[in-house]
Nanobody, 123 residues
Framework: HVQLVESGGGSVQAGGSLRLSCAAS????????LAWFRQGPGKEREGVAG???????IYADSVRGRFTASRDSAKNTLSLQMNNLIPEDTAMYYC??????????????????WGQGTQVTVS
């Protein structure tokens, strides 16, 4: 039974930082693309960052240089360090997983496993 559980969301002022974590259980995460998505008020879901097996990482243009995604395959965890946050980063953030490598883009409809989400609010 696959489960992804996010934690670490909260409220922060613009310019601040937050770190999100995703704990994966029920399968061997080392063989999966692990990714972060977000959906802000009135916006479509957006792929934020993905980490392939082996650690290759891709980012959305909107967060590149401010966010850093990383994974610990031994612990089956995925993290997202978010720095220099701006109000446009306000969203529900979701952890997601799919088998294989992330490739060059993150399409939400290709991910079959999702966490429940954690809210990030930047004011």
């Amino acid at each position: 039974h696959v489960q992804l559980v996010e934690s670490g969301g909260g409220s922060v002022q613009a310019g601040g930082s937050l770190r999100l974590s995703c704990a994966a259980s029920g399968y061997t995460a080392s063989r999966y693309c692990l990714a972060w998505f977000r959906q802000g008020p009135g916006k479509e879901r957006e792929g934020v960052a993905g980490v392939s097996p082996g650690g290759v990482t891709i980012y959305a243009d909107s967060v590149r240089g401010r966010f850093t995604a990383s994974r610990d395959s031994a612990k089956n965890t995925l993290s997202l360090q978010m720095n220099n946050l701006i109000p446009e980063d306000t969203a529900m953030y979701y952890c997601a997983a799919r088998p294989g490598y992330c490739g060059g883009d993150l399409r939400g409809d290709t991910f079959g496993r999702w966490g429940q989400g954690t809210q990030v609010t930047v004011s």
